[in-house]
Each structure stands twice: as structure tokens, then as C-alpha cells.
């Protein structure tokens, strides 16, 4: 960055409390922050109502340490909550806008939220969730006039847009995906901004750079990776309101994009466009592509390797903490690595009570609590509690070091398939089949099965035009079996029109043994 000591200076006091987005504003106003299907903001028009919604939400009542809650698609008013209440002191916590109203209200309950933003297509879902909350919660509604409801643009309305006089640093709370039980918040104290300040993507202060947002805001890893950075080095956001591999490929060629964060499946889907489609399209303004969130079979990353360059890194952490992270020549040299640690230390495998294990031997994965960031489960000490060994936390991944200290991920300890004694992976099988044509998706489960506790089944998502057939199914079996041990290989076969994926990529692999929770034939007694 082309920044002299005293402006990075006046950067790092104004992130500190929380107006990063004020510098920027002083700095290129005119240009661009937001751009999206729903409106564009310049740096300018985000400071300002940035501000006028913090002087709003005070003069409601809010004080620092007070909770909101946001429902929202992505568009510029996402940007414009979030950076609002970093500024007011506020804690925010983004909802899932897939959720049904009892788990929207639940979450609305949990974290103690006083006022819910939610886009018009989600009023019905925050009324019905704050008639549920506890509390008196106000919901304000974005983009269009709802009954009962307050209205964005008039809560903006006749509010000084200048900065605040006396901001304070907010903070922001997710929720884990509740694979297992309620979800719960993961809450920290406010973290300086300034924590920002390495600069992962290598973005330059010369205009060019702009972000592609291929995921919703949501998530943990977009709000931090696709926001919360390019903002905080003044680069433009581009928001994809739906994930599409063909109209990235389109965006990245219109707005020259130089940067975007993404996840392994959508690597698979950007593959799978014939070649000479892709080849249509102007990528090569690219510069980095950040992933993680999910495994990423080794074959995949090859290929969006020798077709981008090596400009592609990656990044084991989840919404509780960070772990480690590989550029594109060392996994390379490495490959099917996460990396090495952010820090020595930051990450160690062991057994299930937290005992270290040699280098090799697989384990779970456990990642350290930075001090000063620490998390806890927001209202719920017993499993802040429980999930702690000592200064680690495990999220019950699974896997081992090599002699060089690069950590390589087997799977989740929960989708663990043991049949007849053996422990199967379903990563593992979920990475070959992914390399037949035929394949748009596909994840592997194990059902139950007389005979060998658990059986191996795999349930595939074909490509577009693909009709499922059991002679396919057959084939895929056999595609498997020339390239895995014949125990690790599926003795079942189903399709299904889409499989249950989180927007963050993650498999929802309860989903799919819920559903075929009927296992194989029974073995002859």
C-alpha cells in the first residue's frame, strides 16, 4: 500500500474505533465501496449513513454493548448495519436467511437483540420471530415499506451523515451452524480493526483492486474475508446476491476483479463449465483467490490451479479461531495440505483428552485461543466449559502433521464411518468420485447394516443434462474401486436432484443420514 507513516497512523486510529470506512471516505470518496444488483455505494455514501444509522440506533435508546440482529440478503444496506454498529459499540449478529421463524426468533432471543434488520423478502420472517422473542425487539425493514414494521430509509431519514464525535470499537457475534443441538453465539470482546492490518491479499492503493463477494454475508468467512478486509484497505466490494459459476466468470471479466474468497464446491462447479465456455472469459485480472470452509479435493485444486496460476491460497480456521494457511507453490510442493500455522503453537493434534501426538499420528485437531480474542459461547459457560482443553479447542476435525509441520485434514470425527471394525472417511471417497464427468456434487455417508455395523453409501448430484440410470451408478461404483481400496468404496449408489449444502459450502451430512437412515438390504441371518 502507498501509505505514508502518518495516514497509516490515522488509518489504525480510525479502525480502532471502528471508522476505518471514514478514512477512505476522506481518502477516494467518489470511489466505489459497494456495488451490487440491489444499489452501489461510493466510500462516501457508506460513511455517511454509516453514521446517520449509529446516531439512530443511539437515539433509540442503544448503548454500547447492546445487540442487533440482521436479516439480510447482500446488498449495501448489510454494509451499512455492519459498519454502523462497529462505530456505535454495538454487537451484531448476522442470521442465517435460510432459517425457518422459531430458529430466526431463537437466534433473535439468544443474543439479546434489540432491533432486527431484515430485507423486505424476510419482513414476514422477523415479524413472526420478534412476536416470538422475549423481548421487546424493533424490526426494521429494509428496501420496501412493511406492515408493522419501521422503514430503513425513514429511520436514516434527517440524520447527520459527519462522523461521530465519540465512537466506540463494536464487535460482532455469529452463530455456529448447530450441527449438534441450538446453535450457539460465539462471542469475543471487541478486537481492534487494526488486527487487519496484515495484509493476506497483497492489495495495492491504486484504484484497480476490487473483491468479488461470491458468498452470503451471513457467513462468518465472507463477512470477514469478502467485507470486512477489502474494506478495511479501501477496496470495492462486488456482491453476488446468488452463487452462479457462469456469472462470476461474467463478473470477473466486467468489473476486472482482482481478488475474491471462495469454496471448494465452487471451484467443482467452475470446473465443470465446458472449457471453451470458460475460455470466453476474461480472467485475467485475477490475482488471488482465497478458499477454505471446506475440504478441497487435491484433484480440483490442481486444475483451478493450472488453469488460474498459482495464485490460489488457502485457510483452515472456523467461526471459534484460526489455524493455519498455504500459498499456492508450497501446497503445491505439499499437496492436500492446510498449511502450517499462523503461528507456532496456534495448532496441535492429539487425542480425544487433548494429549499431543507424535508427528504422523492422526488425531483430532485442536485449535489455541489467542489471548485478548478468546471466545466463548455467548450465555452458556458449561459448554464454553466443555470445549476447552486447557488454552485448545477442537471443532472434532480430524488429522495429522507431516515430519515438515504441514497439517493435513482426514475428515470430521462425526461423519467417521466404521464398518466392520474399519474406519472409513468420507472425504476421502468424496474426492474420486468427484473426478468422474458425471459428477456435479456428491457426498458419502455410512447407513446402517446388519451385517458390518455401517455400510458405505454415496449419494450423487449429476451434472446438468444427466439422467440417473443404475448402469451409472454401477459405473461410478467401479470408478471408485480402481482408485480406493475396495472397504472405503460405496456398495450403494442414490442421486438426488441437489444435495443439502450450507451457502459456506459445508455438507450437511446429518441431512442426508436422516434421509437414507433405512441402510442397505438386510444381511442373510
Known amino acids: 500500500m502507498t501509505t505514508t507513516p502518518v495516514e497509516a497512523q490515522r488509518r489504525k486510529e480510525l479502525a480502532d474505533q471502528g471508522m476505518v470506512v471514514a478514512y477512505w471516505a476522506g481518502r477516494h470518496g467518489d470511489r466505489e465501496a459497494i456495488i451490487s444488483p440491489a444499489g452501489t455505494r461510493t466510500f462516501t455514501e457508506l460513511n455517511q449513513n454509516a453514521n446517520r444509522l449509529a446516531r439512530a440506533l443511539r437515539r433509540r435508546g442503544l448503548e454500547a454493548g447492546d445487540a442487533v440482529a440482521l436479516l439480510c440478503d447482500n446488498r449495501p444496506e448489510f454494509a451499512e448495519v455492519v459498519c454502523a454498529c462497529q462505530r456505535a459499540g454495538l454487537r451484531v449478529t448476522t442470521v442465517n436467511w435460510h432459517l425457518t421463524v422459531g430458529e430466526v426468533a431463537y437466534i433473535v432471543n439468544d443474543c439479546e437483540a434489540k432491533v432486527l434488520f431484515a430485507d423486505a423478502a424476510r419482513g414476514a420472517v422477523a415479524s413472526g420471530a420478534a412476536a416470538q422473542s422475549d423481548a421487546d425487539v ?15 430509509d425513514e429511520l436514516l431519514e434527517g440524520q447527520d451523515g459527519t462522523d461521530l464525535e465519540d465512537p466506540v ?20 470482546p471487541p478486537t481492534p480493526s487494526s488486527t487487519l492490518d496484515a495484509n493476506i491479499y497483497g492489495y495495492v492503493e491504486d484504484g484497480v483492486d476490487r473483491h468479488l463477494c461470491t458468498g452470503p454475508l451471513y457467513h462468518a468467512a465472507p463477512l470477514a474475508f469478502s467485507l470486512a478486509v477489502p474494506l478495511h484497505f479501501g ?4 456482491l453476488m446476491e ?3 459459476a457462469e456469472d462470476a466468470l461474467r463478473l470477473i471479466e466486467d468489473f476486472s476483479i482482482t481478488h475474491s474468497h471462495m469454496v471448494p464446491t465452487m471451484f467443482h462447479r467452475l470446473l465443470s463449465i465446458r472449457e471453451e ?15 477454505g470452509a471446506a475440504p478441497c479435493p487435491v484433484v480440483t485444486k490442481q486444475r483451478l ?7 490460489v491460497s488457502e485457510y483452515y480456521a472456523a467461526t471459534e479461531g484460526l489455524g493455519t494457511f498455504v500459498d499456492s507453490a508450497t501446497w503445491l510442493a505439499h499437496p492436500g495440505t492446510v498449511g502450517k500455522p499462523f503461528v507456532e503453537g496456534m495448532v496441535m493434534v492429539g487425542d480425544e483428552r487433548g494429549t499431543p501426538l507424535s508427528t504422523g499420528e492422526t488425531g483430532l485437531v485442536f485449535l489455541k485461543a489467542v489471548d485478548g480474542t478468546a471466545f466463548k459461547y455467548f450465555n452458556d459457560p458449561k459448554k464454553t466449559a466443555d470445549t476447552y482443553v486447557g488454552d485448545y479447542f477442537t ?10 509441520g504441514y497439517l493435513y485434514l482426514t475428515d470430521r470425527s462425526a461423519n467417521l464411518i466404521i464398518s466392520g471394525g474399519v ?21 458419502t455417508i455410512g447407513v446402517p447394516d446388519r451385517e458390518w455395523g455401517e455400510a458405505v453409501k454415496t449419494v450423487v448430484e449429476l451434472q446438468p443434462g444427466l439422467k440417473p440410470s443404475p448402469e451409472l451408478a454401477e459405473e461410478l461404483m467401479a470408478f471408485c474401486r480402481e482408485r480406493l481400496a475396495h472397504f472405503k468404496c460405496p456398495r450403494t449408489v442414490e442421486f438426488i436432484d441437489e444435495l443439502p449444502r450450507q451457502d459456506n459450502g459445508k455438507l450437511y451430512r446429518g441431512v442426508l443420514r436422516d434421509r437414507y437412515a433405512g441402510g442397505t438390504d438386510p444381511a442373510p441371518r
Open 138 to 152: 424493533t424490526v426494521v425493514v429494509i428496501g420496501s415499506a412493511f406492515a408493522g414494521a419501521e422503514a430503513y
Open 305 to 311: 490451479i493450472a488453469w488460474l496460476g498459482p495464485i
Open 235 to 238: 477496496v470495492g466490494v462486488v
Open 277 to 291: 465456455d470458460r475460455q470466453r472469459y476474461d480472467v485475467s485480472s485475477l490475482r488471488y483467490v482465497l478458499h
Open 242 to 244: 446468488r452463487w452462479d
Open 395 to 404: 471443532l472434532g476435525d480430524v488429522g495429522h502433521f507431516d515430519d515438515d
Open 169 to 188: 470499537l463494536g464487535t460482532s457475534m455469529l452463530y455456529t451452524s448447530g450441527t449438534t443441538g441450538r446453535p450457539k453465539g460465539v462471542a469475543r
Open 423 to 443: 474406519n472409513i472417511y468420507p472425504a476421502e471417497v468424496d474426492a474420486v468420485l468427484l473426478e468422474h464427468p458425471a459428477v456435479g456434487d456428491v457426498g
